[in-house]
């Protein structure tokens, strides 16, 4: 597609309900980020894919969160057990290998745990 | 651990104005994007600089990247309200290639 692509682009859940967040990168880009953004904080890393490459899950924030990658395209965000704090904005982008072409975002999704 | 430092965290200005927002880091970066975030979208690229002392304009947009590529600023010429929205400045790390590192962002609001 044109652009990154997530859905959905609004999720109410709730506590301790499990969730899946899609996200759809760019054709072509081999690097695909998952970001969480608070309200009015700002960006912060959770997990990172480039090509075949074992994923960095280093911002990962518990156990609770999971992530894949099939076929180097769609990616899948799990959020298990959630907890009113998981409440955010998810942010996804796309990048071709390199950081200076910059990242693609998606609109994100706003998660919201009742 | 790199980390980045943006000020002012927020700014509310008159149209027409001038204004400069910063890009502090103690660590080296080998390159530097600024991206701008409106509500209830992702944030957008505007410019990647890439060597100390770069400067790069974008109509009434003016970025620098310091001789030392520690620091940048974004400095707009005459804000005008669609110019509204958060500023966030991400550093590409020296040891991980491909991921950079975000700072919080300065809020900047202009009011017609």
């Known amino acids: 597609g044109a652009g990154v692509s997530q859905s959905p682009s609004n999720k109410v859940t709730e506590k301790g309900k499990d969730v899946e967040l899609r996200c759809d990168p760019i054709?072509?880009?081999?690097?695909l980020y998952w970001y969480r953004q608070s309200l009015g904080q700002g960006l912060e890393f959770l997990i990172y894919?480039?090509?075949?490459?074992?994923?960095?899950k280093s911002g990962l924030p518990s156990d609770r969160f999971s992530a894949e990658r099939t076929g180097g395209s769609v990616s899948t965000l799990t959020i298990q057990r959630t907890q009113q704090e998981d409440s955010a904005v998810y942010l996804c982008?796309?990048?071709?290998?390199?950081?200076?072409?910059?990242?693609?975002f998606g609109s994100g999704t706003r998660l919201t745990v009742v | 651990t790199q980390l980045l430092e943006q000020s002012p965290q927020f700014l509310s200005i008159q149209e027409g104005e001038n204004l400069t927002v910063y890009c502090n880091s103690s660590?080296?970066?080998?390159?530097l994007q600024w991206y701008r975030q409106e509500p209830g979208e992702g944030p957008v690229l505007l410019v990647t600089?890439?060597?100390?002392?770069e400067v790069k304009k974008l109509k009434r947009l003016t970025f620098q990247f310091g001789d030392a590529r520690k620091d940048s600023s974004l400095h707009i010429t005459a804000a005008q309200p669609g110019d509204t929205g958060l500023y966030l400045c991400?550093?590409?790390?020296?040891?991980?290639?491909?991921?950079?590192?975000f700072g919080p962002g300065t809020s900047l609001s202009v009011i017609p």
């Open positions: 054709s072509g880009h081999t690097a």
């Open positions: 600089v890439v060597t100390g002392g």
């Open positions: 894919f480039q090509g075949n490459s074992a994923p960095d």
């Open positions: 991400a550093g590409a790390s020296s040891t991980s290639y491909d991921k950079v590192i």
């Open positions: 660590s080296v970066f080998s390159s």
């Open positions: 982008a796309s990048s071709p290998r390199g950081q200076n072409y910059g990242y693609t």
